[in-house]
Nanobody, 126 residues
Framework: QVQLVESGGGLVQAGGSLRLSCTAS????????VGWFRQAPGKEREFVAA????????YYADSVKGRFTISKDNAKNTVYLQMNSLKPEDTAVYYC???????????????????WGQGTQVTVSS
């Protein structure tokens, strides 16, 4: 069992930045691919970004490409999501998730992820 804890959410004005962190309870986290998803009120949970276990491959939703950056520090069991140029439509609860499958064939598919954090709220005011 792996526990994931997100942090770094908050209230920010449009155009501002936030950095989210996802820290795992086990060192085996370094062997897992990790994704960030978000869910706004009344909407489906959607893919934001993902990173392979080595950190060598990253994936982004079109809506955040060029503004968000995902990175992984295996020594700290932590994955980061740097969010710049935030927009009101980025407002949501952000979740990190770990995929234990070595193939990591579908980074944007939420059903492939095995462990989820509790989420952190990001609110962007206009």
């Amino acid at each position: 069992q792996v526990q994931l804890v997100e942090s770094g959410g908050g209230l920010v004005q449009a155009g501002g930045s936030l950095r989210l962190s996802c820290t795992a309870s086990r060192r085996t986290f370094s062997n897992y691919a990790v994704g960030w998803f978000r869910q706004a009120p009344g909407k489906e949970r959607e893919f934001v970004a993902a990173i392979s276990w080595s950190g060598g491959n990253t994936y982004y939703a079109d809506s955040v490409k060029g503004r968000f950056t995902i990175s992984k520090d295996n020594a700290k069991n932590t994955v980061y999501l740097q969010m710049n140029s935030l927009k009101p439509e980025d407002t949501a609860v952000y979740y990190c998730a770990a995929d234990t499958n070595p193939s990591f064939a579908r980074p944007s598919t939420r059903y492939d992820y095995d462990y989820w954090g509790q989420g952190t709220q990001v609110t962007v005011s206009s």
